[in-house]
């Protein structure tokens, strides 16, 4: 007897208090936010390093200059980094099976890991053939991630197409992620959606969507050089609650600043800390400059703040 009133004053205490919330217009955001990422222990900070940091390396018609991903997968072991990151551009095509395993076999044998890989898509479209081809497109990616045992994505919203506005881009894109995080789900595989230019510009605009879907598998792929806001470290620290992978560049600009300004990566670094993040950051190099000198550099710098 005692039981059943417990259970019958559980459900009416329940009833009350979505009523109350309801009654003040809170009930369907709480029921639909995605919380932030609640990690136990310490913070932690493996390292990689972005494929799109040797960008003109691999697209160079100097033999004696030219990259592939293997080599790129050489340069980040031996560097001493956790992971490498293969940007999806820098792939042959078509994509097959045989090379996937490939990577996945040199990874293995140089003792590293792939932190993730990207897809090139933009949500923010109407419905229609060109958005069901951008949800295919990041789904076969997904697929690809699986064999090479990537365990993250990072994607993108896009900027608004014509004829739309911000606010049914934003629909649009929350309506492909689920379905996208949905598929990546049955893989075991995060997206992490980039704070990257048009309906996301803002830490408003991203963490809008990033709350709307219902998805345990998706996050934010945090990168520090995208928000050109009044105060890009303040907008970086709405956001690092949900970051599942960090982009960390070394320059930074305000919304003022037409020449980015050098980066404070000891401020980047306590951001991730206050947050308790825990996973990969990988280095992007976008700056002018050698990155074959440049990006050591900077490693050595990382390795010191995530220490």
């Excluded at 009523?19 to 639909?32: D, T, V, Y």
């Excluded at 923010?124 to 081809?133: R, T, V």
């Excluded at 990257?196 to 050089?225: C, F, M, Q, R, Y």
Aim: hydrophobic share 40%.
């Amino acid at each position: 007897m005692r039981s059943q009133i417990s259970r019958r004053n559980f459900f009416k205490t329940s009833a009350l208090a979505s009523a109350a919330l309801a009654g003040i217009g809170l009930l369907e955001n709480f029921s639909r936010a995605i919380e932030p990422f609640h990690r136990s222990g310490r913070p932690r900070f493996p390292l990689s390093i972005a494929a799109y940091s040797f960008r003109d390396f691999f697209k160079t018609k100097d033999a004696a200059k030219q990259i592939d991903l293997f080599k790129f997968i050489n340069f980040c072991a031996e560097q001493g980094c956790q992971g490498t990151e293969l940007t999806s551009y820098y792939f042959p095509t078509p994509v097959t099976t045989d090379y996937l395993l490939k990577i996945k076999r040199h990874c293995f044998l140089r003792g590293i890991e792939i932190s993730g890989t990207a897809a090139g898509n933009n949500f923010a479209l109407p419905k229609g053939e060109e958005l069901i081809e951008q949800i295919n497109g990041v789904k076969k990616w997904i697929d690809h991630a699986a064999i090479m045992g990537a365990p993250h994505i990072r994607v993108f919203a896009g900027k608004a197409a014509d004829g739309l506005s911000d606010a049914e881009a934003r629909k649009m894109c929350i309506g492909s992620l689920e379905e996208v995080c949905d598929y990546a789900g049955t893989k075991g595989i995060f997206l992490g959606l980039e704070n990257h230019g048009g309906i996301v510009a803002e830490a408003v605009g991203i963490l809008e969507i990033i709350k709307a879907v219902k998805s345990p598998w998706l996050g934010i792929n945090l990168d520090t050089g995208n928000f050109h806001t009044a105060d890009p470290y303040a907008d970086l620290i709405k956001i690092a609650p949900y970051a599942v992978n960090v982009q960390m560049k070394a320059a930074m600009r305000t919304e003022d600043e037409k020449v980015p300004k050098p980066a404070d990566l000891k401020r980047l670094f306590q951001i991730l800390r206050d947050a308790n993040y825990q996973g990969y950051v990988a280095l992007e190099f976008e700056k002018k400059g050698d990155p074959w000198v440049e990006v050591p550099i900077l490693l050595k710098q990382m390795k010191e703040l995530a220490a």
